[in-house]
């Protein structure tokens, strides 16, 4: 398996290009009908429906896709907390909610009549990254 590389947009495996895609991070709840779900960070795909072939060996790839009802739906990881790639994957999350922060701040000097907007945002990211690092020790 070639070498995977976590960016703040995306994934690549070796010198490929750039797949690009989002992070969510996850703490542990239970669903309504009981069942327990670890802490983890969700992948998105973002440009493409699906991931390389090197991404799908090294995760379990989520796709429910129906061609027979015309649903289709993007790729989609949970990678969590016990997976050997977890840190990096976590870390590419941070690096995702960091430069979203670094967005917002810039928006908000430019724009300051929607100040109030770029706060409510500004807010979740920071959220984010302190419940990840939280629950990541």
Same mark, same amino acid.
């Given at each position: 398996m070639s070498k995977l590389r976590f960016m703040w947009n995306g994934l690549k495996v070796? !010198?490929? &290009?750039?797949?690009? &895609? +989002? @992070?969510s991070h996850q703490k542990a709840w239970v669903t309504h009908a009981g069942k327990s779900i670890p802490? +983890?960070?969700s992948i998105y795909a973002r440009s493409c429906y699906h991931f390389s &072939? =090197?991404?799908q060996e090294a995760f379990i790839v989520e796709n429910d896709s129906n061609i027979m009802d015309d649903y289709f =739906? !993007?790729?989609s990881i949970r990678v969590y907390d016990n997976h050997p790639? @977890? &840190? =990096?994957v976590l870390a590419a999350f941070i690096a995702q909610e960091t430069k979203a922060i670094a967005r917002? =701040?810039?928006r908000m000097i430019s724009k300051p009549n929607k100040a109030y907007l770029c706060a409510r945002d500004l807010d979740a990211c920071k959220r984010n990254i302190e419940t990840a690092q939280e629950v990541s020790k």
């Open positions: 070796g !010198k490929g &290009a750039l797949q690009r &895609a +989002h @992070y802490t +983890h960070v &072939a =090197e991404i =739906e !993007k790729d790639l @977890y &840190a =990096e917002i =701040e810039k």
